[in-house]
């Protein structure tokens, strides 16, 4: 390819597929016609001389090839907007969409205070948020899917401290809270005084919260660590759902605290310490260092971290 006679207007076209991975939507993103941008995509062939999507029954899947160049392309394309946008970025007056990524009971905590600063500003900017299915969701930052992730990144962690914090990505503390089990109020276990028996704990039958449908977790590992294990009769992958199941049932599950007073019915739960040690939730926000500059981007970390500072970690 000679990058001399290379139209990097080809570039925003082919980064705009990459995220929304359709045609129509990378058009609607970039104020073009679907003819436009199917015939750029023609012309970053032609000058690749690699085919870079795939038309398939659920938009356009990128080839090796185009996985290989995006990282590249996407940073350049960071760059340059932090180059052009120096006179900052002000959410009053310029229109922006973010994506965020996080779990909903994060979710369920946050984004009132978030939007609530959006609203009594009367802001511009949209925000979308995409649900979280894995504990280490860089892979997502990395490609561009969301522009920054909230929640508990323990894998993260370790990979970062590994790094010596000279990876890609970047974690910034924001808040930290405890895991507690949780049941109705009128459950047998919770008549049983504030502290629950390991043994009691392991007869009961359990409700187990894991993003990805893992047929076991970090309670699960706590309690092989001890020589025990429990009965989960049920996994979901919201905490809401472990919610209003327990509600509703003899069964146990584990939430973070902070996660309680936001079900909208937490008189109709009770709470325990678990009687067993499990790690600390150490919420956080994952974002791409090649955001850094970015005035759009700063504003969302500043924006996320506020609404960080209403959170009562119960």
């Known amino acids: 390819m000679n990058f001399r006679t290379l139209d990097l207007n080809l570039l925003r076209v082919f980064d705009a597929v990459m995220v929304e991975r359709n045609v129509t ?10 003819p436009a941008v199917s015939n750029a ?17 659920t938009g356009m899947a990128p080839t090796p090839h185009a996985q290989a160049l ?3 392309v996407r940073a350049a394309m960071d760059a340059l907007r932090g180059a052009f946008d120096s006179n900052g970025f002000d959410p009053r007056h310029d229109e922006r969409c973010f994506t965020l990524c996080m779990a909903d009971a994060t979710a369920d905590v946050l ?8 609203q009594r500003e009367r802001l511009r ?22 522009d920054a992730a909230v929640g508990f990144f323990p894998d993260v962690e370790v990979a970062q401290a590994t790094e010596g914090g000279k990876g890609m990505t970047v974690l910034d503390a924001l ?40 047929q076991r977790g ?5 309690l092989a660590r001890l020589g025990r294990r429990r009965r989960v009769v049920m996994t979901v992958s919201h ?5 209003c199941v327990v509600r509703d049932s003899d069964l146990l599950t584990v939430l973070p605290r902070s996660f309680v007073p936001a079900t909208g019915f937490a008189q109709s739960l009770a709470v325990r310490p678990l009687p067993f040690a499990v790690p600390a939730i150490e919420v956080g926000l994952l974002w791409h260092r090649r955001h850094e500059r970015d005035a759009g981007q700063r504003w969302l970390r500043d924006a996320v971290v506020q609404a960080a500072r209403a959170v009562d970690p119960g």
Request: proline content about 6%.
């Open 25 to 34: 939507r990378a058009a609607a993103r970039l104020a073009m016609s679907q």
């Open 41 to 57: 995509l023609r012309r970053l062939r032609d000058a690749t001389g690699e085919d870079l999507f795939v038309p398939g029954s």
């Open 70 to 72: 995006w990282p590249a």
């Open 111 to 118: 984004l009132p205070a978030l939007v609530g600063h959006v």
């Open 125 to 146: 900017v949209d925000l979308r948020v995409l649900p979280l299915a894995t504990r280490d969701p860089r892979p997502q930052i990395d490609q561009g899917l969301a």
């Open 175 to 214: 808040y930290a809270c405890e895991y507690v089990c949780v049941m109705r109020a009128g459950h047998p276990l919770a008549g049983e005084g504030e502290l629950m028996g390991l043994d009691a704990y392991c007869s009961a039958h359990h409700l187990r919260v894991s993003f990805a449908g893992r």
């Open 218 to 222: 970090f309670v699960d590992e706590a």
């Open 239 to 243: 905490f809401s759902t472990a919610a």
